[in-house]
């Protein structure tokens, strides 16, 4: 009977990671879409904000409204929460379309592929490690640090400040996304079998995707930024 109970709780382990990256990549696939769309059809972000000063805008407060809304608004549905998901992830596809003029095609197929193998990795090392909850306040710690440090080089604009700050998010967003593995399965008993699951799953993907993106972002700051496009 213990063994059945402990198959039953391990497949349904596996089926609810499996929901929470298959919004994942859904998120992604949309994203990339969006920034396509964008460049094909404004040149880019830079050209938006020139063309349609309002599209721009709405992009941006977008961002901040659909995932506020996901994070911090009253649980709902399955189907809210992943439309939710999906708006908020197309308008971050626009705005980060900008790296298409900014990057060579080459480095953004580089950071992409390398996000990905860190992603993955971090994502095994969350599943197999029993639990990091004890790590908290350094993880909180290390995303003040890095935000109130890059708040600060905003004045600065100094490139080598940029590079250490970088590799740094790297490896915070790296840990961050194996943190919230590890956060999610240890807590899966809790949503196995309530109603809120759906929108968890949402929320879950979400982080998972913002950490993914953050990953991504900071391994092309480290590329050449004046280097021409390959277009």
């Known amino acids: 009977m213990e063994t059945a109970n402990a198959k039953k709780r391990s497949d349904g382990l596996s089926i609810f990671f499996i ?3 298959g919004l994942f ?3 992604l696939i949309v994203s990339c879409m969006a920034s396509w769309l964008t460049v094909r059809y404004y ?3 830079d050209n938006l904000i020139n063309k349609s000063p309002l599209l721009s805008l709405l992009a941006i ?4 409204f659909f995932s506020s809304g996901l994070h911090y608004g009253k649980e709902r ?4 929460g992943v439309s939710l998901l999906l ?3 197309f308008c971050t596809g626009v705005v980060f379309s900008y790296c298409s003029f900014k990057y060579t095609n080459i480095n953004i197929t580089i950071a992409f592929l390398s996000a990905c193998i860190e992603f993955t990795v971090c994502t095994i090392l969350g599943l197999i490690k029993q639990d990091l909850s004890d790590y908290t306040p350094q993880l909180i710690a290390m995303l003040i640090s890095s935000l109130v440090v890059t708040i600060i ?3 600065l604009e100094n490139r080598l400040i940029d590079l250490v700050l970088s590799f740094i998010g790297i490896g915070v967003y790296g840990f961050l996304s ?3 593995v590890n956060m999610l399965k240890n807590n899966y008993l809790k949503y196995r079998d309530s109603v809120r699951r759906g929108w968890i799953v949402s929320v879950a993907a979400m982080d998972l995707f913002y950490a993914f993106v953050n990953i991504f972002l900071n391994i092309l700051s480290i590329l050449d930024p004046d280097a021409e496009n390959d277009d």
């Not at 407060?61 to 901040?64: M, T, W």
């Not at 549905?77 to 809210?80: E, K, N, P, Q, V």
């Open 25 to 27: 990549t859904l998120a």
């Open 19 to 21: 929901e929470i990256y």
């Open 61 to 64: 407060i977008g961002v901040v």
């Open 153 to 155: 080089n905003l004045v």
């Open 43 to 45: 040149n880019g972000f």
């Open 77 to 80: 549905s399955c189907i809210i």
């Open 87 to 89: 708006a908020c992830s």
């Open 178 to 180: 194996m943190y919230e």
